[in-house]
């Protein structure tokens, strides 16, 4: 049976799981050139306990230690300075709590990617550092026999970069320190959203936004007797094709020669064509009701956010392989620091430091036009 990957079980797929949470001293350009730990300043690792977190014990305690600095931390007029304890576990605990609050939004990327977290990722990232060396064995007969050497699989890939994305917020010490704690909810919870909307556009984003040829494109089905039968021609159709699809690296092998899942990015309005279908005909890993960011449409700035999904009537049969798509995350999001006294401005950045590489992933996807009713 299709697995429904929505929200809700993202959010139990993160339980047992460890997160590692750090802070780093300096610039966000001083991490981004950084190939060592020199900025690492303080680093914890929580255990995700439950699946929901406004109303567990772990979120009720984390809560009251940061209700507990914070008053410290006003009593003292922030004068403290930047390498202070208290200062440094009162970020650590803001970061745990938007880690986990990233977990209630949704992001769908280590679904279709790779994650790969490096603190000392160079800026120029390379592709075949992160795939296996090709080799063989062979029968030593003699003392003097020679013994073959395993080899880089690909040498002259393009590398690619890695990118900082940031953002600041006017309010950032009032909000964390000074104000109600109420405030301080609403900046973590805003950050969050931000940043998944913005991660599932790295990811999703870039499938729905690809330009596919004549051999990554299904038809609907017109021959089928029934709506159902429409749907089920149109998707086997898609996936038969899609199995066909030679690997961007592998360009012998045929994807569906080799391990892989298929999952099945849908507009949430089709689901309920789509579900009854693939349950009870269809193999799949799992179907992802998809249709845009959250802010998707919203006004900031004088622009109107674009986060988008898939539209309905559309769907993509994407065929994950090995070697496929990779997140590489060198900084999860993090307040940028600083030095002396606090606080230096009102204003902080938060930043993170990676980049999403999709292209073979896209070359494995079919974008697939749906029956009407």
Request: proline fraction near 4%.
């Amino acid at each position: 049976m299709a697995q429904i990957i929505d929200r809700e079980f993202l959010k139990k797929s993160k339980v047992g799981k460890v997160k590692k949470i750090n802070l780093y001293k300096g610039s966000m350009w001083e991490n981004l050139k950084s190939v060592d730990n020199s900025t690492l300043c303080a680093s914890t690792e929580i255990v995700v306990k439950n699946s929901d977190w406004k109303d567990t014990e772990e979120r009720a305690k984390l809560v009251s230690n940061v209700e507990s600095m914070r008053e410290t931390l006003k009593n003292a007029k922030m004068q403290v300075n930047s390498d202070s304890a208290i200062l440094k576990d009162l970020m650590l605990d803001y970061s745990i709590y938007l880690a986990r609050q990233m977990d209630e939004e949704g992001d769908y990327t280590s679904t279709l990617c790779e994650t790969i977290i490096d603190e000392n990722m160079p800026e120029a990232v390379k592709l075949q550092n992160y795939i296996d060396y090709v080799g063989k064995e062979k029968v030593i007969k003699g003392i003097n026999d020679p013994i073959p050497l395993i080899e880089e699989s690909f040498q002259n890939m393009q590398p690619t970069s890695l990118q900082i994305k940031a953002f600041r917020h006017k309010n950032l010490w009032d909000d964390l320190v000074f104000s109600q704690f109420q405030n301080a909810e609403r900046l973590i919870h805003s950050i969050a959203r931000i940043i998944v909307d913005s991660k599932n556009n790295e990811c999703i984003g870039k499938i729905v936004a690809a330009s596919y040829d004549s051999a990554h494109l299904q038809t609907a089905d017109t021959t089928g007797t029934t709506f159902d039968l429409k749907i089920y021609n149109t998707i086997k159709k898609a996936i038969q094709k899609g199995l066909n699809l030679k690997h961007s690296v592998y360009p012998e092998k045929r994807l569906g020669d080799m391990q892989h899942q298929i999952y099945l990015l849908v507009n949430p309005g089709d689901i309920y064509d789509i579900k009854p279908i693939i349950n009870s005909a269809i193999p799949i890993a799992g179907i992802i009701p998809y249709g845009g960011g959250l802010q998707d449409g919203l006004q900031w700035n004088n622009e109107t956010l674009k986060y988008p999904g898939v539209e309905r009537g559309t769907a993509y049969a994407v065929i994950k392989t090995e070697v496929g798509a990779y997140n590489f995350v060198k900084r999860n999001i993090t307040l940028e620091s600083f030095n002396g006294t606090l606080p230096p401005s009102p204003q902080g950045a938060w930043y993170r430091i990676g980049t999403t590489f999709m292209d073979w992933l896209i070359n494995a996807t079919i974008k697939i036009t749906l029956p009407q009713v």
